[in-house]
């Protein structure tokens, strides 16, 4: 099992949040999400300033297996998109939870957060599930 970094929040959507400082977040897919999805070969990206709900589709992810929808885990206003997704998007692949985070949000209510999962409960999660 991948080792899910403690101070990242989970949804069972497979999106991570990690939270920053001045109210941002940023999130990305999950090393499970990742694998599930294998080789990726196209993120899309929203725009800085446009604003998602929580559970709201905010971009998608296309490998060679699929393309996957993005939720944003929690409501807020996009203040920043890995640019480095558009000309290497397998960085997801290579580092999923760091080099490979999708956008940073500026968000509207922090207290969403809490309503995510923990590293141990996602971990919990991913066991649960049907392979």
Known sequence: MA???KDFRYSKDHEWVHP???GKARVG???FAQRQLGDIVFVELPKVGDKFEANRPFGSVESVKAVSE???PAAGT???IN???NDEPELINTDAHYDGW???LKLTKAAE???LLSADEYEAYLAEEPA
Request: hydrophobic share 40%.
């Open 20 to 22: 920053q400082t001045g």
């Open 78 to 80: 996009v203040s920043a």
């Open 83 to 85: 640019d480095g997704l």
């Open 102 to 104: 999708i956008i940073e």
């Open 70 to 72: 993005l939720y944003a």
């Open 3 to 5: 080792n899910y970094p």
């Open 29 to 31: 897919i999950t090393e």
């Open 113 to 115: 957060l809490d309503t």
